[in-house]
């Protein structure tokens, strides 16, 4: 099957400065990538829609001036948390999906700690 | 808008036991279903989905799902479970009538004991 890859799997930063992850679809173009939020122990929350070459979708209630989305090629999108909280903590998954399906493939996640 | 109900959070089986997770959704028309497995500190992997046609879909790892509309379930099945089952569970929905952008349950977190 398709492969989605997030990049780091973990980081840990001071509180204050931004942390930049990387979602790549592997061995497909994607061109609709998902962001999604998990607070331990509890469900995804669908963050934003990232779109190849546009400005990325975001949902009510997420600021996107915090949570800046770029999905520069088919391949990759990024989310950068802008200026970390600690409640910004929380592990952060993104999905891409192929246009003939439209079934989604989901990277790994990235888990942020923002001390 | 469509949401999705998983009444279960935390069910606990014996290994060679069956198992069936329960998920109801809310969506006006047909939907496009899904359910995920999370291992801790993983991400996610599709079990199986229904899209459209027959009713009970394989997925896998031995598990099943039967789409029921009537009910607006959609239930997940094991004849018997193994240790290595023990995991996070959620149950999806696509919403607009794609099956890209999900709506997920809370979870149901499977426990496996010997």
């Known amino acids: 099957g398709a492969v989605v890859s997030q990049h780091p799997s973990w980081v840990i930063c001071k509180s204050g400065t931004s942390v930049k992850i990387e979602c790549r679809s592997l061995d497909f173009q994607a061109t609709t990538m998902f962001w999604y939020r998990q607070f331990p122990k509890q469900s995804l929350m669908l963050m934003a829609t990232?779109?190849?070459?546009?400005?990325?979708?975001?949902e009510q209630g997420v600021e996107k001036d915090k949570f800046l989305i770029n999905h520069a090629s088919l391949t990759l999108s990024t989310l950068t948390v802008t200026s970390a909280h600690p409640e910004d903590s929380s592990f952060y998954i993104c999905?891409?999906?192929?246009?003939?399906?439209?079934?989604?493939?989901f990277g790994e996640g990235s888990r942020l700690t923002v001390l | 808008a469509q949401s999705v109900t998983q009444p279960d959070i935390h069910i606990t089986v014996s290994e060679g036991a069956s198992l069936e997770l329960r998920c109801n959704y809310s969506y006006g028309a047909t939907p496009y279903l899904f359910w995920y497995v999370q291992s801790p500190g993983q991400g996610l992997q599709l079990l199986l989905k229904y899209f459209s046609g027959d009713t009970l879909v394989q997925g896998i790892k031995g598990f099943e799902a039967e789409f029921k509309r009537s009910q607006s379930s959609f239930n997940l099945r094991k004849p018997s479970v193994h240790w290595s089952d023990a995991a996070e569970y959620f149950c999806a929905v696509g919403a607009g009538g794609t099956a890209s952008k999900l709506t997920f349950g809370t979870g149901t977190r499977l426990q496996v004991t010997l």
């Open positions: 999905s891409a999906g192929t246009s003939n399906t439209g079934e989604l493939f």
């Open positions: 990232s779109n190849e070459g546009s400005k990325a979708t975001y």
